[in-house]
């Protein structure tokens, strides 16, 4: 497939506002682009094209100049403040001066006259889709480096945390029969095996976040099963809930789709995203739980292979994250919880994000103020060949 080839399949993935007050124009120009275009937005004059475009905004602008109410120009260069990088070309009958350089100043993309000459609309349409294709596979391939040296920093730290939880429980096993020893020929009475009892207590505390400290580093997929998770993912959220005055909301609209997993791994891992939905909702609110299944055409910017993927969406009603919290909320130790006795490790998602990667699976977060937060799990489904048949 050649440039030109691939610019009209992309344009073709694209949302095009075209503006345009004349009838007959707009008809035979919208057909044009229909034939062209993904999606295509029609309106009658500037005011009404502009409210389309603050509604939702799309790929490209293409608008006539002298029009009622508001003219392209001045439509444009409001468009221009709520996306100064939108692609906008304009059709005019107008060669004035005045015009082009508005047009210029504007920072107009393609400018075609009319009577519209049909090859140089599409050319000018081509130019657009191979700019914006051109931008698109820079992103994705930003995107991709960025994920790799993620992977890479992740690699270093599960060494790191692996090499300190074991030296760690190493120097800890001591302390902890030291403690023992002591307590042996003390009064379980007396103040000072009250002290060590707290300590030994403390020690268990520590002995536990080193095994998450190793788990982590690296999650074991040992005695893994072919099974669906409708069951495993309802019994973590329901144990996890236990006691608080959410109602979580169930839809398995994928079914009883087979998955490769090790369950007590993956429990872990949804009871953590479920204790994370009941912290963010201290009075109360939804919880939806929901799965699809979906296809990953080509290796995507999460290093998740082509493939058929169950989709797992946990999703809350509570206040939200952050925007500058949500690209570190993975890392370990990273909590946007306040400081205090009742802080979180932050361990919780990191613990997951390692889990899932282990299962050749991803997980995201997307947020918006005061609407709560969603958690898109992505795992394998298992190939056929590897699912348990049924006796004859």
């Known amino acids: 497939m050649n440039d030109e080839s691939l610019d009209a399949a992309f344009l073709k993935t694209l949302t095009i506002l075209y ?10 120009i919208g057909v044009f682009l229909r034939r062209r275009a993904g999606k295509l937005v029609v309106a009658n004059d500037g005011a009404e094209g502009l409210a389309a475009f603050r509604k939702k905004p799309t ?70 889709a191979h700019r914006l294709s051109s931008e698109e596979q820079l992103r994705q391939k930003q995107k991709l480096e960025a994920e790799a040296i993620r992977l890479r920093h992740h690699a270093a730290l599960s060494i790191l945390l692996g090499g300190i939880a074991h030296d760690y429980n190493n120097l800890l096993q001591a302390i902890v029969t030291a403690v023992s020893l002591a307590q042996v020929k003390l009064d379980p009475a007396s103040e000072a095996y009250q002290i060590l009892e707290k300590s030994e207590q403390s020690s268990d505390q520590v002995r536990q976040l080193g095994r998450r400290l190793l788990m982590l580093a690296n999650p074991s997929n040992h005695h893994q099963q072919v099974s669906p998770l409708n069951a495993l993912l309802r019994r973590s959220v329901l144990a996890t809930l236990a006691g608080s005055s ?14 490769r997993h090790n369950e007590a791994n993956l429990m872990k891992a949804f009871e953590a995203l479920t204790q ?13 739980i929901s799965t699809e299944l979906c296809e990953v055409k080509v290796q995507n910017d999460q290093g998740l292979a082509p493939g058929t993927y169950l989709h797992i969406r946990l999703q ?27 802080r979180g490790t932050g361990l919780g998602l990191a613990l997951c994000e390692s889990i899932l990667r282990a299962h050749q699976g991803t997980i995201r977060a997307e947020s918006l103020p005061s609407e709560g937060a969603t958690f898109h799990i992505l795992l394998p489904v298992a190939e056929p060949d590897t699912w348990p048949r049924q006796p004859a």
């Open 19 to 28: 503006v345009e007050d004349d009838p007959s124009a707009r008809e035979e």
């Open 59 to 128: 790929d490209i602008v293409v608008t006539d100049i002298q029009m009622p109410n508001m003219d392209g120009l001045t439509m444009a260069r409001e468009i221009r403040n709520l996306d100064r990088n939108v692609p906008i070309l304009v059709t005019t009958a107008f060669e004035q001066t005045d015009y082009l350089m508005r047009s210029l100043d504007l920072g107009i993309d393609q400018y075609v006259l009319k009577p519209i000459q049909g090859h140089r609309f599409e050319s000018a349409l081509m130019a657009l």
């Open 246 to 259: 959410i109602r979580p909301e169930f839809d398995f609209r994928a079914g009883e789709v087979l998955i």
């Open 276 to 288: 994370n939905a009941r912290e963010a909702l201290p009075s109360g609110g939804k919880f939806q």
């Open 316 to 342: 809350d009603s509570g206040m939200g994250i952050p925007a500058e919290s949500l690209p570190m909320i993975f890392e370990p130790y990273y909590s946007t919880k306040e400081r205090g006795n009742k």
